[in-house]
């Protein structure tokens, strides 16, 4: 129950002293006298109307006045907080009065204290009366809540004593009602011929050129997600899913929009009297829903193209079914028109029950004949076959129920199921293939076996990956629009009213408490839109500041780089603390979250904060950019990004490594080009010790100063490094603007001083191991070798024969 939060209902007045002036109203109180009085007479009208209501849509409608009553009360309440706070304020400030013995205070002060010590005892009376007025209002709506459940239970519990005898009587109460009726409609029609026969006539034009506008037009922009395309023989299960819906949704709503639109135009000239438009609303809706059940069959059966059909059913069976299921929708829309001129008609209750038995029993008979099919077709014989024996057995039990309800004479209960089976199980199924649909869509490469996606492909050059994403997106909205299609009508059938599904939706999109959370589903999407919104700025800026800004101002590239991911992390935080503030979550709320991360950190997380603050350090001191040429760990290559985790670097092989930016920040790295591009480079060169170590170093100098890639200051240098037994070493040492082009220059020079030692004649050294065995007596020792061999061969037969 709603409560005002008042400080206290009353508050005791100090009685003003002898000859003082009594303290005038206050003002706020004044203002809000002539609403709280208003309200009270509203909810007094309230309570007669309530125990005057008969009906569920009448109960409604006075349950969505006394919500909107208590609503206005509760912000009157609410207006009063501020000046109480204020009141509250100024007393502490006043303090107490002085006790006895003590000083006396000013009398200024003592009458301020009265003045708003009576100011806020008077306050306090109107809370506790708005109060007492919001409890009854409550009561209220609580009552009527029970009286619509009780009045919804008396209606299927009801049981009425069917008397078959009184059939004679029926036929004639019967023969009295049409006879009504025909007077009826043909003194309406007489008096719309005589005085709104143009009127009459401008009302269906209208309603006949929306109807067309919307099946151009629709034909025109989305007829190639309904129309069956004849040249395809195989399609999709995907493409005849879509087919199926959209055509069953296009189809019925040109049909409801000019029944709509005839009634609306009918209604605002003035051509219909309120007993003949309960009527014709009657007919307008059945004619709707029939229709609409009419071209769900036909889509999903679809008997004239069986290669569209959704289910195997066979031609002729399936066009049998669409008979059936048509005339059960038709039977049970029957049964509302027949009702509606009961009411008008005002009908004995004995036509009342006859008619309503007759309807429930037909359509319960229509069930059994579907039940009694062979519709299916087997897939590798083409035979037919009957429905699965759970579909049989769910056929004939809602066949047999409003029949065995109707004839036991349960009236309302057979009806209530009657129109329930149809009407609801036509938006079901509905439902269903709009679900079917939106989860084919998101299956992989799915949209671009369709007609539109090649045609969104075409348009707007999309690749695969992009159209696969699509499709995922494009199942989303078709499973929230089929929600917020079908829920609603589900509700309406089963007996809601429009004005409280109204309500209910206003209050979960402006929110709803849960616990001492207050959720708002309104705030949750301007919060999503407003990070949307603020994240794509900050891409844009991004591309702007790096293209126009940084570009121009000739910045390196690894300055521009780290400069466009700080703004970037600087505006997807600004983007997240505007989302959230805007969605209605309280930063403060918080605080418990951000304690179990921390907690999380100490323990599991050391390392993943450890790389993130690595990276900002990275970020701000830059020891090296983007581009730059480093080595680390015993790894060298470019680097290729920097983000607050992990740094890419690119090694001469084209491998991409990704290393934790802590190993930065912990380790020694060599950046090649941390402030600029120019390096050394050295290359080695032995020559023989044949020849003139100056002359040597000559060549290799005019080697070095002739390349064109090297720079002329610092002046190339070659160092004579060292004697060895094989050669003597030198070695280039030039300097290049760009390190980047070392290979090419280092085997350029290479190159050239093979050209050049040929061309000179100088000899490099080449690796030797030369043994020189020095015999004096080689005959002595080829005796002796062969004598060795004899005497091991000797010993060798003597072992054999032994």
Same mark, same amino acid.
């Given at each position: ?349 004995? $036509?009342?029950?006859?008619? =309503?038995? +007759?309807?429930? %029993?037909? &359509?319960? #008979?229509?069930? *059994?004949?579907?039940?009694? @099919? ?95 994403? $699509?499709?995922?997106?494009? =199942?989303? +909205?078709?499973? %929230?629009? &089929?929600? #917020?299609?079908? *829920?609603?009508?589900?509700? @309406? ?310």
């Amino acid at each position: 129950m709603l409560i005002l939060a008042a400080p206290v209902r009353m508050a005791a007045a100090q009685t003003p002293a002898p000859g003082q002036v009594q303290a005038p109203v206050s003002g706020i109180v004044a203002e809000q006298r002539p609403a709280i009085d208003a309200l009270k007479k509203q909810i007094a009208d309230y309570e007669q109307k309530k125990d005057q209501a008969d009906t569920d849509a009448a109960l409604a409608d006075l349950r969505l006045n006394l919500e909107g009553t208590a609503k206005k009360l509760l912000e009157i309440g609410v207006s009063f907080r501020p000046r109480i706070t204020e009141i509250n304020s100024r007393l502490e400030q006043l303090g107490p009065p002085p006790a006895q013995g003590q000083p006396p205070e000013a009398q200024v002060v003592t009458d301020e204290r009265m003045r708003l010590t009576t100011e806020k005892a008077e306050i306090n009376a109107v809370l506790g009366e708005t109060e007492d007025q919001l409890i009854e209002v409550n009561k209220m709506i609580d009552s009527i809540v029970d009286a619509r459940r009780e009045l919804f239970a008396d209606t299927l519990s009801q049981r009425v004593d069917i008397n078959y005898s009184l059939g004679t009587e029926i036929i004639t109460a019967y023969g009295q009602e049409l006879q009504s009726m025909n007077q009826l409609i043909s003194s309406w029609w007489r008096f719309v011929v005589s005085f709104k026969w143009q009127s009459m006539l401008a009302a269906t034009f209208f309603a006949v050129i929306a109807a067309l506008v919307l099946l151009i037009g629709g034909q025109r922009t989305l007829g190639h997600l309904y129309l069956r395309d004849a040249k395809i023989e195989s399609p999709s299960y995907l493409s005849r899913l879509a087919v199926a819906f959209w055509s069953t949704l296009m189809r019925s709503l040109t049909v409801v929009v000019f029944l709509a639109t005839t009634y609306l135009f009918l209604g605002y000239f003035n051509v219909l009297r309120p007993d003949i438009a309960s009527l014709f609303y009657m007919l307008f809706c059945v004619i709707g829903i029939v229709y609409f059940v009419h071209a769900l069959a036909q889509a999903v059966i679809c008997p004239g193209a069986p290669n569209w059909r959704l289910v195997r059913v066979a031609p002729r069976p399936g066009r049998i079914l669409m008979v059936l299921i048509t005339a059960t929708a038709t039977m049970t829309g029957l049964d509302y028109i027949a009702d509606t001129i009961n009411q008008i008609a005002a009908s004995p209750l004995s $036509l009342t029950v006859a008619k =309503s038995l +007759v309807a429930t %029993v037909l &359509v319960g #008979l229509l069930i *059994i004949a579907m039940a009694f @099919l062979k519709p299916l077709e087997d897939e590798e014989t083409g035979k037919t076959k009957p429905w699965p024996r759970a579909m049989r057995i769910f056929l004939f039990t809602i066949g047999f129920v409003p029949i065995i309800a109707a004839l036991f004479g349960y009236i309302g209960f057979a009806r209530f199921v009657s129109q329930q089976i149809v009407i609801n199980g036509a938006v079901v199924v509905t439902m269903y293939l709009g679900f079917l649909t939106a989860r084919a869509v998101s299956d992989e490469n799915a949209l671009a076996g369709t007609k539109l996606g090649r045609a969104v492909q075409t348009r707007f050059g999309m690749d695969e990956t992009t159209l696969d994403q $699509l499709g995922l997106v494009a =199942s989303i +909205v078709i499973n %929230v629009f &089929v929600v #917020l299609f079908g *829920i609603p009508i589900i509700l @309406l059938l089963w007996g809601f009213q429009w004005s409280e599904m109204s309500a209910w939706f206003l209050t979960i999109a402006t929110g709803f408490q849960i616990g001492s959370v207050n959720i708002s589903l309104v705030a949750i999407a301007i919060g999503i839109l407003l990070f949307a919104l603020f994240y794509f700025f900050t891409r844009w800026f991004q591309g702007w500041l790096d293209n126009r800004v940084m570009a121009r101002g000739k910045l390196d590239s690894g300055v521009r780089n780290s400069i466009r991911t700080a703004v970037g992390y600087l505006g997807l935080g600004i983007a997240g603390v505007i989302g959230v503030s805007a969605a209605g979550i309280n930063l403060s709320s918080l605080a418990l979250v951000a304690g179990g991360l921390s907690l999380g950190i100490g323990f599991g997380m050391q390392a993943i904060v450890s790389n993130f603050v690595s990276g900002l350090i990275l970020l701000a001191e830059r020891p090296f950019k983007v581009g730059d040429w480093i080595e680390t760990g015993g790894v060298g290559g470019i680097v290729k990004k920097i983000s607050v985790r992990a740094t890419e670097v690119e090694t001469f092989q084209r491998q991409s490594l990704i290393i934790p930016n802590s190993s930065f920040i912990n380790g020694s790295v060599g950046n090649w080009t941390h402030r600029n591009k120019l390096g050394r480079v050295d290359i080695p060169i032995g020559v023989s010790h044949k020849v003139d170590p100056r002359r040597v170093h000559a060549i290799l100098m005019d080697i070095a100063r002739g390349h064109p890639l090297v720079l002329k200051n610092p002046e190339p240098f070659v160092a004579f490094k060292s004697i060895v037994n094989a050669a003597m070493e030198f070695e280039i040492r030039v300097h290049l603007a760009d390190l980047s082009n070392s290979g090419t220059v280092q085997n350029e020079i290479r190159f050239t001083l093979i050209d050049r030692f040929a061309e000179e004649g100088i000899e490099m050294p080449h690796p030797q191991q030369d043994v020189n065995l020095q015999i004096d007596d080689a005959e002595a020792v080829i005796e002796l070798l062969t004598n060795r061999v004899k005497s091991e061969l000797a010993a060798e037969t003597k072992k054999l024969r032994s």
